[in-house]
């Protein structure tokens, strides 16, 4: 099983749309929760991170966290083609010293 | 403030030749991370730091070694190489493990390919 799964997509929305983007792990210790967004042939760059159940905004995402189903997802309002890229969920277990990444799941935002 | 720097960019290795990844970070972060990524696949970790002089393996280190004398640089480096080493390395840092602070910065990444 692995530690953190994704659906790989791609995941097609309109321009305007909510993009729903899911995320479940494994290891119920995991206690901090980030969303990253990488580019093609760029490096990942942090987008929102989550620490407790419920909801963080921040601008047009939104994360959420569920801990007890083991849960994570971000929310992009109002989806622009800027948005159209891979993004990764990564979990961490503190004082563990290591993150495990998903493989990512491919938003295309149509124009 | 340049954040995480790698070199090279890009590389050429042949079969059985060794080679050093250069990470630099100017954050003064105490940790440091090496990732391999390959094609559509997320990052898997290689090996990790949590300060100057203390190394430890993540999930994938077979065929690498990691030295970390200072804060601010982390080499990786390549013996033997295999064709099975062609991948994207990133570096990251962090200010802490856990808690605030602990998500990761990355670099830009270095495209390795072995033949």
């Known amino acids: 099983q692995k530690e953190v799964e994704q659906n790989s997509g791609p995941l097609s929305v309109p321009e305007g749309a909510i993009a729903s983007l899911n995320c479940t792990y494994s290891?119920?210790?995991?206690?901090?929760f980030f969303w990253y967004r990488q580019y093609s042939g760029k490096s990942p760059e942090l987008i929102m991170f989550i620490y407790s159940n419920g909801d963080k905004e921040d601008g047009r995402f939104t994360a959420q966290l569920n801990k007890a189903s083991q849960y994570v997802s971000l929310l992009i309002r109002d989806s622009q083609p800027s948005d159209s890229a891979t993004y990764l969920c990564a979990v961490n277990r503190y004082n563990f010293n290591k993150f495990y990444f998903g493989s990512g799941t491919k938003l295309n935002v149509k124009p | 403030n340049a954040g995480v720097t790698q070199t090279p960019k890009f590389h050429i290795l042949k079969i059985g030749q060794s080679m050093t990844l250069q990470c630099t970070q100017d954050m003064n972060h105490n940790y440091m991370y090496w990732y391999r990524q390959d094609p559509g696949m997320g990052l898997k970790l290689i090996y990790y730091s949590v300060g100057a002089g203390i190394t430890d393996k993540g999930e994938v280190p077979n065929g690498y070694n990691v030295s970390r004398s200072t804060t601010e640089d982390f080499p990786l480096r390549l013996e033997l190489a295999a064709p099975s080493q062609t991948s994207v390395y990133f570096c990251?840092?962090?200010?802490?493990?856990?808690?605030?602070?602990?998500?990761?910065?990355f670099g830009p990444g270095t495209r390795l390919t072995v033949l």
């Open positions: 990251a840092s962090s200010y802490s493990s856990g808690g605030a602070h602990n998500e990761q910065f």
């Open positions: 290891d119920r210790g995991s206690q901090s």
